[in-house]
C-alpha cells in the first residue's frame, strides 16, 4: 500500500470528510482543506446564539435515504432523531398539503374524490401525448395535467430555477413523488431523521481521526504543496478556471424572520405563486421536534433563489439542457485529468442529496484503495 502518498482533499462537506476517512483509516494521511472558516460545507448547522435554534445555516436539509449503507453510516457519528419532513405550501391564500397527495387534490378541487376516483380525474387533465418527458414542464404536464401545474410548480419553479421549466431536465421534478392517498410524508425513502446535534457534529466525527489534517480558510487556488492525488469536491468549472465558460448555478439569499413562540407552525411553508417573491419559508425549530417547545422564541427565513455571480455560493447546478456541451467538455476533461478525482455536488455538477453524496464518496474511496 502507498500510504505514504500526499493526498490532499478539497472541500470539508460529506463528501471530503467521508472520502478523507475511508482512506485515514486505511493509513492514509491527508490534508482536507476548506475555504470557509467551517466545516460541513453547505450542510452546516449552528446554535442561533439569541434563540438557541439549531439553524441550517444554508437552508434546509433533511436526511433521507433507501441505502442501509448509508443510514448506518450517518448513525455511526451521531445520534439521528426521528424526522418526517411534511410541507405546505400557500397558493392563493390557501393552505395545501404537499408533495401533491390525495389531500392536496380533494382541497385543491374542491373534492371528496376516493383513490381511484382521483386517478381517473388527473389522468382526464394529464396531456396523454406525451410519451417520455424530456423537460419539467413535460414530466409536470404529463402527471399532474396543466391546472395542478401551474399552481404547485410553474411559478415555484421559475422562482427557483430562473428560466423556463421548459429548458430544465424533467429529472428536477422527478425527486417529487405524486401520490393518490393521504401520505404527506415529502419523501419515499424507508430511513428519515434529523442530526440530533447537527450536521457538522457529523461531520467533526468523520473527519476526526488522527491521520486527518484540517485546515480551514485555505482556498484551493492558494494551495502551494504539490499532492500525489487530489478529491475536489469545488465547482467542476472553477477548477477549470472557468476557461471555457461558466456553468450556471442558483444561489440563495436567506431573510431572517425572529418572532416569539410559534411563526408558522411547520418547518416548511412553500409559496408557489409568482407573485411572492420568495420561494419558501422554513421554521427551523421545527426540524428538531423533539427540542422546539423548549424555545420562546424562534427565527425562520425567507428563502430568495436567484443567479449565483462570480463571488456568491453556489447551491444548485442548473443542468439546463442547452448546457449540456459545455458540461460534457467539462467532464470530458475533467475525467482526463490525472491525480485528480472530482466529486460531490459542485465537482461532478449534479443535484445530489446527502445520501447519494455519501454513497458516492464511499464508492469513490473504494475505487482509489482498489487501484492501489
Ligand atoms: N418544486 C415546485 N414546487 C414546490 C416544491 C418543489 O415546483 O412546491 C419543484 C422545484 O422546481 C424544485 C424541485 O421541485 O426545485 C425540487 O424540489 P425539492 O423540494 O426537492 O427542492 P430542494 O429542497 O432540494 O430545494
Not at 72 to 94: C, D, H, L, Q, W
Request: a negative charge; hydrophobic letters at 35%; charged letters at 25%.
Amino acid at each position: 500500500m502507498n500510504s505514504h502518498l500526499r493526498i490532499c482533499i478539497v472541500g470539508a462537506g460529506f463528501s471530503g470528510a467521508v472520502i478523507a476517512r475511508e482512506l485515514a483509516e486505511k493509513g492514509y494521511s491527508l490534508l482536507v482543506i476548506d475555504e470557509r472558516d467551517h466545516i460541513a460545507g453547505n450542510c452546516h448547522t449552528e446554535r442561533d446564539s439569541e434563540t438557541g435554534v439549531m439553524v441550517h445555516k444554508y437552508g434546509p436539509h433533511i436526511f433521507h435515504t433507501g441505502d442501509e449503507t448509508v443510514w448506518s453510516y450517518i448513525n455511526r457519528f451521531g445520534e439521528m432523531m426521528p424526522y418526517v419532513n411534511r410541507v405546505k405550501a400557500t397558493v392563493k391564500g390557501k393552505v395545501y398539503s404537499l408533495p401533491i397527495n390525495l389531500h392536496t387534490i380533494n382541497q385543491f378541487f374542491d373534492k371528496a374524490m376516493s383513490p381511484d376516483e382521483a386517478r381517473a380525474f388527473i389522468a382526464e387533465q394529464a396531456r396523454t401525448d406525451i410519451e417520455d418527458p424530456q423537460s419539467f414542464e413535460e414530466q409536470g404536464m404529463k402527471f399532474v395535467g396543466d391546472q395542478l401545474y401551474k399552481a404547485f410548480f410553474d411559478g415555484y419553479t421559475r422562482k427557483q430555477w430562473g428560466v423556463e421549466p421548459s429548458s430544465l431536465p424533467a429529472s428536477i421534478l422527478k425527486r417529487l413523488p405524486v401520490r393518490f392517498n393521504y401520505d404527506d410524508n415529502y419523501f419515499n425513502h424507508p430511513y428519515q431523521g434529523m442530526p440530533k446535534d447537527g450536521y457538522s457534529k457529523i461531520v467533526e466525527g468523520i473527519l476526526s481521526h488522527e491521520k486527518i489534517e484540517l485546515r480551514l480558510g485555505c482556498s484551493f487556488e492558494e494551495l502551494e504543496e504539490t499532492f500525489d492525488h487530489i478529491f475536489y469536491s469545488g465547482p467542476l468549472d472553477r477548477y477549470f478556471r472557468y476557461d471555457i465558460g461558466r456553468l450556471s448555478y442558483r444561489t440563495l439569499d436567506f431573510e431572517p424572520i425572529r418572532a416569539d413562540g410559534d411563526f408558522q407552525g411547520t418547518a416548511v411553508m412553500n409559496y408557489p405563486d409568482p407573485e411572492v417573491p420568495f420561494t419558501r419559508i422554513s421554521e427551523h425549530k421545527h426540524f428538531a421536534p423533539w427540542e422546539a417547545e423548549s424555545f420562546e422564541k424562534t427565527i425562520a427565513f425567507k428563502e430568495f433563489s436567484r443567479s449565483c455571480g462570480a463571488n456568491d455560493i453556489p447551491y444548485y447546478p442548473i443542468r439546463r439542457l442547452d448546457d449540456q456541451q459545455l458540461l460534457t467538455t467539462y467532464e470530458e476533461r475533467a475525467a482526463n485529468e490525472t491525480g485528480v478525482t472530482f466529486v460531490g455536488r459542485l465537482g461532478t455538477y449534479q443535484y445530489l442529496d446527502m445520501d447519494v453524496t455519501i454513497g458516492r464518496a464511499l464508492a469513490v474511496a473504494k475505487t482509489f484503495l482498489n487501484g492501489r
